[in-house]
């Protein structure tokens, strides 16, 4: 194992090496900029000639980082947290004092830690140790979430652009509101099942600014980024889970569900959770829900069958067994390594199930979830001629699951169907039981489930209806005004937060406003596997170039501000993090910082091979082994800007093809504040954009997940999304992985491969 070379540690000493610069490696796993002002309009590093210099390249030592996705893993390269992360605690961490990144020693070697390593030891690796300064598992987690967002930081794998304080606004005929508000944590979708309705229909209209796909029942299948619309479908219609996220963000054992939960620590270092539920619960067509109901998806997407109906076939990856249930595929029981039955999960009795969570998975931070499931009809999923049987060493789906017609498992179908049902066909679970979905107007209409138990505090829906439409952000304000819509959830924006909050002052017997701040932002998003966006330093130097602040301002009016990392300032963490010494980079605003930092990286070539001057686009030297097929094609929207090759070695242009949401004011601010940025054309960047909708943009973006009109050529690297952190578990330990049957499987945050992961098999 070799360490890789440190060009340099902070961008203090670019304008010394800014000769070298335009040969350098690119080594992205050991340079941090710290936010220091090196603004200089110094361009000594360009020959100025017009001469080609290309013989002067020199060779990157070492340096792999763009060939990642061509070399093998576990042949060419293994992961560092696989190989050493295992029991390394957080008292063996050092930090970087300049840079604040987080360092390890393994075998003698000097490691940085990368994202998929402090992923995974941020969740995994929070045991106490001794006589160190922690004192409790929050306090290592709080540590290691410092290391984590300090990195994010570095390789800024989106822009954080602003984080805005929110208004839900309401019909006053909508009671309940202010006894039981919204938070981050708990939307109105969440808190809803508490409010009553004083309309003749006894119904509430919510609208969002997403539309429907319609895949209500599986929003997440297959991995990426559905939109909230979906999910908030999926939240509605789900329920009776045997551990429940609080109003506060965090978890809890579902008492209207769950009659007994025990764990058991086993000698092997697993651990075992029995879950006895109730028994008189019932799915929305009245009939019984028993242990098989809470079985049914984990079960069904751990195989084949379910990897061929688009699923990633992950669930239960963390449970014993898995490995060799997965590789069941009906037709080689008995080969080594596979098994019929899932060994970790048990059938006890009619309301009785237990999950064995392997030693790699546990302990964790946020065990309690490893308990956590929900109900589901097991018609839809697995047909009406499948069932779940226990013989005594594990739960198993029978035969005809594995059935196949030629190539094809005849069960594939069924989960597709499954997906992409939004009816009453089957029954759900949730407070609430889809009515009709209008697939012209996208609109859903939900009617109350009359089996639904209640949610973890005993609340059953009173509202009769629930009508979900798509808004116009634009018109929302017209449309709530009219009746169209009773609450506007997340209004935010200068204008349109002082026209909402106006029309609540001037009508108090007709409007009612609640507040909070933000658990995400919005941002410019990278896919960083293609094109320039690969590179940690364009990332950067787009960074520099933005107004963020300003932007932040301008587009809130006011209301909100900036971030510089992924993460909710409200948070017990980050406000621990800070306590502990964080210092992020907030890219203070500097065209010629970012200029520096490209020519540090070898951005100092023009289209032939000769060296930048100045003018026009910048391109990067890359030789054949340092570029893959997609980037060799890569060029602007317009193709006229390409990869050219001279001679032996490949010049990529300095192009962001960007794809922006219609209809929306953040795409409207990017035209000037990224697009036509006076910044970014001073640094030699051109940026060409696509404006469209979110569908298609989000298909561009997991290229052919939705299915909406993807090319199957990678154009784009440059999306405008928003993240947010409402979630109870803040856990991102699948999303950094630079293994390619994780990586490729929908999970990854970005197309991120960090190379400070990689041990390289020299």
């Not at 019909?171 to 508000?181: D, L």
């Amino acid at each position: 194992m070799k360490k890789s070379k440190l060009l340099c540690l902070v961008l203090a000493l670019v304008m010394v090496l800014s000769l070298a610069a335009c040969g350098g490696t690119g080594d992205d796993t050991t340079n941090n900029d710290t936010g220091k002002d090196t603004s200089s309009n110094d361009t000594s590093g360009n020959d100025t000639s017009g001469n080609d210099t290309s013989d002067e390249w020199v060779e990157p030592v070492d340096d792999r980082r763009f060939i990642l996705s061509q070399s093998e893993y576990g042949v060419d390269y293994t992961d560092v947290y696989v190989t050493y992360g295992k029991g390394f605690t957080i008292d063996q961490v050092t930090e970087d004092p300049e840079t604040g990144l987080a360092h390890a020693t393994f075998d003698g070697v000097d490691y940085e830690l990368g994202m998929n390593f402090l992923s995974y030891a941020m969740v995994y690796n929070t045991q106490v140790p001794e006589g160190g300064r922690w004192k409790t598992e929050d306090d290592v987690y709080a540590t290691w979430w410092k290391y984590y967002v300090t990195r994010w930081n570095y390789l800024m794998p989106e822009v954080p652009l602003y984080s805005n304080e929110y208004y839900d606004i309401y019909n006053a005929q909508i009671k309940g509101v202010s006894e039981h508000p919204t938070n981050p944590f708990w939307s109105p979708i969440n808190a809803l099942v508490e409010w009553t309705s004083e309309k003749a229909d006894n119904d509430i209209i919510v609208g969002n600014s997403t539309e429907l796909n319609g895949r209500f029942r599986y929003p997440t299948w297959g991995g990426g980024n559905p939109p909230a619309s979906d999910l908030d479908i999926n939240s509605l219609i789900s329920g009776l889970e045997t551990v429940s996220v609080t109003k506060e963000g965090g978890y809890t054992v579902n008492p209207t569900v769950v009659d007994n939960l025990t764990e058991t620590d086993n000698e092997d270092g697993s651990h075992t959770y029995t879950i006895k539920i109730k028994d008189d619960l019932k799915l929305s067509d009245g009939s019984p829900i028993t242990a098989k109901n809470y079985l049914v998806t984990l079960l069904m997407n751990c195989g084949p069958v379910s990897v061929q109906a688009g699923g990633n076939g992950t669930s239960g990856l963390s449970i014993q067994g898995y490995a060799a249930y997965h590789a069941y595929d009906g037709t080689n029981a008995g080969a080594e390594g596979v098994s019929r039955t899932f060994s970790g999960v048990r059938l006890l009795d009619d309301y009785t199930f237990s999950v064995t969570v392997t030693s790699d998975y546990y302990p964790y931070f946020y065990g309690i979830t490893y308990a956590g499931f929900s109900p589901e009809s097991m018609e839809l999923w697995l047909g009406d001629d499948v069932d779940i049987k226990d013989d005594g060493e594990g739960c198993y789906l029978t035969d005809a699951w594995y059935a196949k017609n030629g190539d094809t498992y005849t069960h594939a179908a069924q989960i597709t169907a499954a997906v992409d049902n939004n009816d009453q066909t089957y029954p759900v679970s949730g407070p609430y039981m889809i009515d009709n979905f209008d697939q012209a107007s996208k609109v859903a209409t939900l009617v109350v489930n009359p089996y639904f138990k209640g949610n973890y505090e005993g609340v059953k829906p009173q509202i009769g209806k629930v009508v979900y439409k798509r808004i116009i952000s634009q018109t929302q304000l017209q449309d709530f005004q009219s009746g169209g819509v009773d609450v506007l959830a997340g209004v935010t924006g200068g204008t349109a937060t002082d026209e909402a909050l106006a029309l609540v002052a001037a009508n108090p017997d007709k409007y009612v406003a609640t507040h909070y701040s933000r658990a995400g932002y919005g941002k410019l998003a990278f896919r960083c596997d293609l094109g320039p966006a690969r590179f940690t330093e364009v990332r950067q130097a787009i960074a520099y170039c933005m107004d963020r602040a300003t932007f932040a301002k301008d587009f809130t009016g006011g209301y909100g501000g900036v971030v510089d990392g992924p993460y909710y300032t409200g948070s017990w963490m980050y406000q621990a993090a800070v306590a502990d010494g964080m210092v992020l980079n907030t890219y203070p605003t500097s065209a010629d910082t970012a200029i520096a930092l490209l020519e540090e990286y070898g951005w100092c070539y023009n289209a032939d091979g000769t060296h930048y001057t100045g003018d026009g686009v910048r391109y990067k030297k890359l030789s054949a082994e340092q570029i893959d097929e997609d980037e060799i094609n890569w060029a602007s929207k317009d193709g006229a800007y390409k990869v050219e090759k001279v001679g032996d070695y490949y010049y990529m242009p300095l192009v962001i093809n960007w794809y922006g949401t219609t209809e929306n004011e953040f795409t409207d601010m990017l035209v000037t504040g990224f697009q036509e940025s006076d910044n970014i054309k001073a640094i030699g960047m051109v940026v060409q954009n696509t404006f469209g909708d979110f569908n298609p943009m989000m298909d561009e973006y997991y290229q052919g997940l939705y299915e909406a009109g993807y090319s199957g050529v990678p154009v784009y690297n440059a999306f405008n999304l928003a993240t947010g952190f409402t979630s109870a578990a803040y856990d991102y330990s699948f999303n950094w992985d630079n293994d390619p049957e994780q990586y490729d499987n929908g999970y990854p945050a970005a197309y991120l491969r960090d190379m400070a992961d990689a041990i390289w098999a020299d």
